[in-house]
């Protein structure tokens, strides 16, 4: 597994993919934090996670469009999967390497948070609630972009599937307000990332969330892990 | 070493492989011959479990491939047809990935300094795979595989694209693998096998059509032989002359090669070449040329493809090699 890991996150360095993506982050992350903080003189960085949360969603299917897509395309499937190694390592590798990624992103908060801490008394307590918040976010994200990218030897077919599933599970709520039925109301709204993920970004932090978001990216890495294995026996 | 038993495969409802079985005894070298498409690739892909079968066994040193996935795989150094190259590494990156993926426990820069020496690769260790030639590529492919010292190596079509020098070296280079490994390649150029190979396997439309050992193929082995004359004189009596020779088992005339001369295939379970060359001369004929035809590899190939060897085989020895 770390042996996946090293090398897939040293190929976001050795590719523009990992440049670009940290770089996409910090500017739409610097401009909100400029526009919702800065300029607007407030110390409360909660609307700038809000904000992140649809540009997190663009974001990751970039980084995970090609980790096992491409691995399909040039062969290389075939050394991981002759090798004495499980398949749940290599998706576990690839995953945390997508994770390292996010989490390098993630620490801009920090520096921002240290910038309004010279001008105001920023709370740490949710700025990190809100880093631990977006990682839960950001995992899902992955889990679901590698799952995809396991399904095609196409980077652009897993990127744009990628979009459209994330797309799909923010709408989530809209939906919900769609349907009559309370008990299906409910139980369709329960399903929100959105409302989770907004519910942390104002400090709440519930352990049922957690656990939500924890169990969505297990499945959907152990569908991955189905996957590949349901494609030796095609 | 290597025991492959009734495998099938699938692919949809298409069939890929069926009962496919051979068995190989180690250090020897195995060449899967057939035509493309025949199901080569799909069997080394069965065995070093990149893919499963439908039916059937594959055990390594004894250990089930299908039970014992990962300790099967640790026996194994596999070079696919594309060798599987990550573009955007060094060979050295590359190697080391690879080191620590297979898991291995030797001390890694003495392990990897040596496969580079063998497979001829030390100039090109600090440069990015994707600007290397296809001739490197394929070595390092190779080098990839030998990692972790495996006692089995399955290496399919190694000289697929290389240029003739390239061909030879990597030829040598099976040959001398060979000695202290357990080999398996594929080939679709017959002299390669032949020149490589212990053991061939021939494969056509997803079954085995043959197996048997290179001399038993090429005819080398098998005590008969063949010979082609050019003499000079007329055709029919020469013909029942070379007929009467004791150990001559056939003589066809091929037609008159040039004015008043004739050429004859004479098949012989000896070596009638003094005998025809004295009732020749006593005979005042004159032989022009004389040499010995083997039965090549090429020739047994297309007659196997065809069908016709196995009935042939079963013909001479009651069908003595397992198909």
């Known amino acids: ?234 | 070493m290597i025991d492959v038993e009734n495998l099938t495969k699938y692919y949809g409802r298409s069939l890929a492989i069926e009962n496919v079985s051979f068995s190989l005894d180690e250090g020897k070298i195995l060449g899967l011959l057939g035509p493309n498409g025949a199901g080569k690739s799909t069997t080394m892909n069965i065995i070093t479990g990149y893919i499963s079968a439908d039916r059937g066994t594959v055990r390594i040193d004894g250990i089930d491939m299908f039970e014992k996935p990962l300790e099967a795989k640790k026996k194994i150094g596999y070079m696919p047809e594309v060798p599987p190259l990550y573009n955007d590494m060094t060979v050295e990156k590359y190697l080391a990935f690879m080191f620590n993926l297979k898991k291995v426990r030797l001390p890694m820069k003495a392990h990897l300094d040596k496969i580079c020496q063998d497979t001829q690769i030390e100039d090109v260790r600090g440069k990015i795979i994707k600007y290397l030639s296809k001739g490197y590529k394929q070595r390092v492919g190779l080098a990839q595989a030998l990692i972790g010292d495996p006692p089995v190596l399955i290496l399919d079509e190694p000289t697929a694209g290389l240029d003739p020098a390239q061909i030879i070296e990597m030829r040598k280079l099976v040959r001398e693998l060979g000695k202290n490994h357990t080999v398996i390649m594929s080939s679709h150029v017959l002299s390669e096998v032949q020149a490589v190979c212990d053991k061939i396997i021939v494969i056509n439309k997803g079954t085995v059509a043959a197996d048997a050992f290179t001399s038993e193929l090429t005819g080398t082995g098998s005590g008969t032989s063949k010979l082609r004359l050019i003499v000079e004189g007329r055709e029919k009596s020469v013909l029942a002359l070379l007929k009467r020779i004791s150990g001559v088992t056939d003589v066809s005339g091929r037609g008159e090669t040039e004015r008043g001369c004739y050429e004859f295939i004479v098949e012989s379970n000896t070596d009638v070449r003094r005998p025809v060359y004295r009732a020749l001369a006593k005979a005042d004929y004159n032989i022009l040329n004389m040499s010995p035809v083997a039965l090549s590899l090429e020739e047994t190939y297309l007659d196997i493809i065809s069908g016709k060897y196995s009935e042939k085989e079963a013909d001479d020895d009651d069908g003595d090699i397992q198909a």
């Open chain 1, 1 to 234: 597994m770390m042996a996946i890991f090293r090398r897939e996150l040293g190929s976001y360095f050795s590719s523009p993919v990992g440049y670009v993506v940290i770089a996409a982050f910090l500017s739409f992350s610097g401009l909100f934090f400029y526009y919702y903080c800065l300029y607007a003189g407030s110390s409360n960085m909660n609307i700038v996670f809000q904000n992140m949360f649809s540009v997190v969603m663009f974001i990751i299917p970039i980084l995970t469009m090609r980790l096992f897509a491409e691995d399909r395309k040039t062969k290389t499937d075939q050394a991981l999967l002759t090798s004495p190694v499980k398949i749940g390592s290599i998706v576990m590798g690839k995953y945390l390497s997508a994770m390292i990624i996010l989490l390098i992103c993630l620490c801009s908060y920090l520096v921002e948070g240290l910038i309004l801490s010279f001008i105001a008394h920023p709370d740490w307590s949710v700025i990190l609630g809100n880093i631990f918040g977006m990682l839960l976010l950001g995992s899902v994200f992955v889990s679901i972009g590698i799952m995809v990218s396991s399904l095609t030897e196409s980077m652009v077919i897993a990127a744009v599937a990628s979009f459209a599933i994330n797309i799909l599970l923010s709408l989530v709520d809209a939906l919900a307000s769609t349907v009559n039925t309370e008990g299906a109301r409910s139980f369709i709204s329960s399903l929100s990332l959105q409302t989770k993920y907004n519910s942390i970004t104002l400090g709440i932090i519930s352990l049922g969330d957690v656990v939500f978001f924890v169990t969505l990216t297990a499945l959907f890495l152990f569908i991955t892990d189905r996957i590949i294995e349901r494609r030796r026996w095609a």
